[in-house]
């Protein structure tokens, strides 16, 4: 697992998404892109994407409660910071992966990982 925000800009391919007028804020945009399922969050009005798998019992996390920047996984409750990947609270060890987003030209465009 991997927290792809910090990686260098050069590192990292951008995909346009959706429109940003498709994401409003408090909304959450499901995709799968390469077999990985991901969750972009519009929290107000900053945008985060982390994988939708929780990684204690692969459930879905995408639609857990947020609590600040944690998201609570609906199944066992753990909890994983957004902006990061990173858990935050058990049953979960493992951090999910976190990637960029940004905003171009009213498009929300996905960074991933260059091959
Ligand atoms: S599957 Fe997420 S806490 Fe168990």
């Given amino acids: 697992m ?3 925000v910090t990686l ?3 590192q990292i391919e951008y995909t346009e998404v959706a429109s ?5 804020v408090g909304e ?4 799968e892109i390469d077999a990985n399922n991901i969750v972009i969050i519009n929290l107000a009005g900053h945008y985060f994407a982390v994988n939708d798998v929780c990684t ?5 996390l995408g639609d857990g409660e947020l609590d600040g920047y944690e998201i609570v996984c609906p199944r066992h409750g753990a909890r994983f910071d957004i902006r990061s990947g990173k858990v ?3 049953p979960a060890v493992v951090d999910i992966p976190a990637y960029p987003v940004r905003i171009s030209n009213g498009m929300i465009e996905l960074g991933l990982p260059r091959q």
Avoid at 28 to 31: A, E, I, P
Avoid at 56 to 60: E, I, L
């Fill in 2 to 4: 991997y927290n792809y």
């Fill in 88 to 90: 935050t609270a058990l």
């Fill in 28 to 31: 959450r945009l499901f995709l």
């Fill in 8 to 10: 260098p800009p050069e």
């Fill in 56 to 60: 204690h019992d692969d459930g879905p």
């Fill in 20 to 24: 940003k007028d498709d994401l409003p």
